[in-house]
C-alpha cells in the first residue's frame, strides 16, 4: 500500500502522511482529559488530522464521533445531525427501568435513526429546549469518547444572520459547553474551523462559552516532513525528483502546507504522464500554472465569511498582491482611506486592526518586522493573476 495524490477532501489512512508531532501533543492533552480548539488557516489539513485522532482513539476503544456543519445550516439540521452521529458513534446510554418516560421514549425515537430519518418534535421553543436537555442526559459520560465537531463558526455564523440568530448561538453555544462541563465527563471534544471561534464568540460576547478549551495549534510542515511527502508522493507514481529538485519545489512554495504540496505534484505529473523528466523549469511551468488555474479559488470564496469586511480585505489582498516585499501598516489606512472623508479615520483604523488579525490567523498574511506580505508566494502570484493583471 502506498500514499496518493488526494486534492480536496480530508486524506485518510494510507494517504495521511506526517503530522508525528501534532499527534503525540494532541494525544496527550486528550487522555488528560483536555477539549481542545483547533483554528488555523484554510486547507492546512484540520479535518485530516481530526480524522487520523479519530483513527486513533477508536483504535484504543474509545468512541468517536466526527460532525461536519459544513453542510448544515438550520438550527434543527444541526439537531438531526447531531442526533444521527451520536447515534451511530453508539455513544447514547442503554434504555434502562429507571429511566424516565420521557427519555425512554426519546431514544426509542433516536434508535430510528437505522432505519429512517428521525421524527423530532420541535414545534414549540420549550419542545425544543427540553430535547436538548434530554439529549444531554443521554450521553454515557462514563466511558472514553471522543467528538470532533468541524466547521461549527461557519455554521454558528449563518444560523446568526438569521431571525434571533444570536439568541440560538448563544443557547447552542452554551448546551455544548455544559455538556463539557458535565461532573466526571470522559467525553472530549475538538472544534475546528478555519475561521476563529474565539473572535467570533468574543465579537458576539460569548468568549466564556469557549474558555474552558485548549488551544491547538496546525501550521506548515516541518522541512522534513514536507520532503517526505514530496518523496513518497513521487515513489508512489514512480515519478524521479533528486534532493537538489525536491528543495527546489519546496524553496518555491515557501509555506509548505500540504495541500500547496499536493496541489504541484498533481501539476508535475502531466510532465510525468507525457514521459518526460521532471526538470526546474517543468516546476516552474507547474507553479504558474498553479497560479493561473482554479486550485486556489476556496481562499477568494471563503472571504464572504467577512462579511462587512469583504470589500477592504480584497483591497488590502489586492495591494499585497501586487507589493511583494510587503506594504506598513500606514500605507494600508492610506488605501483604504483612499475616497472616504477624513473623519472617518479613527472607524477605519478599528476596521484594519481587525482584518490584519483575521488575515493573518487565516494564513493569507504575516506581518514580518512592521510589514504586510503575503503568506505564501502561490497564493500572492494566484491573487496577482487573478484579481490584478
Ligand atoms: N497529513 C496530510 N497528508 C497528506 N495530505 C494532506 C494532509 N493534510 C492535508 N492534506 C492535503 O490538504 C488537503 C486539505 O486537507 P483538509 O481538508 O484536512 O484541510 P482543512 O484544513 O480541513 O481544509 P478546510 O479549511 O478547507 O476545511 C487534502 O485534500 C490533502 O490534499
Ligand atoms: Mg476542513
Known sequence: MCISNKIGPPV???????????????????????????????????????????????????????????????????????????????????????????????????????????????????????????????IEHGQDTFIVVDELTLFLGILNKSDGGHEKVAFILNWLRSLRQVSKTKVRWLFCGSVGLRNFTSNLDLGYTVNDLTEFNLDELTREEASGLLKQLCASEQMVMDDALIDYTLDKLVWNIPYFIQIIFANLMVFHDDGAAITKESIDTAYNRLVSENYLTTWSERLIEYRELENPARLILKSLSSAPSGLSRDTLLDILMTGKESSKIEETDYALSKLLRMLENDGYILKKDSIRVFRSPLLRDYWFNTFVQ
Open 12 to 138: 485518510e489512512g494510507e494517504d495521511f502522511f506526517g503530522r508525528t508531532k501534532e499527534i503525540r501533543q494532541a494525544n496527550r492533552l486528550l487522555d488528560s482529559g483536555h477539549s481542545l480548539l483547533l483554528s488555523a488557516p484554510r486547507r492546512i489539513g484540520k479535518s485530516s488530522l481530526a480524522k487520523r485522532l479519530i483513527e486513533e482513539k477508536s483504535r484504543e476503544g474509545w468512541k468517536c464521533v466526527y460532525i461536519d456543519l459544513e453542510e448544515t445550516t438550520t438550527e434543527d439540521g444541526f439537531l438531526r445531525m447531531v442526533i444521527e452521529s451520536f447515534y451511530k458513534g453508539g455513544i447514547w446510554k442503554q434504555i434502562t427501568a429507571g429511566m424516565s418516560k420521557g427519555l425512554a421514549s426519546l431514544l426509542g425515537s433516536i434508535e430510528k435513526v437505522s432505519v429512517g430519518p428521525i421524527d423530532l418534535k420541535l414545534n414549540r421553543k420549550e419542545e425544543q429546549e427540553d430535547l436538548y436537555k434530554n439529549l444531554k442526559e443521554l
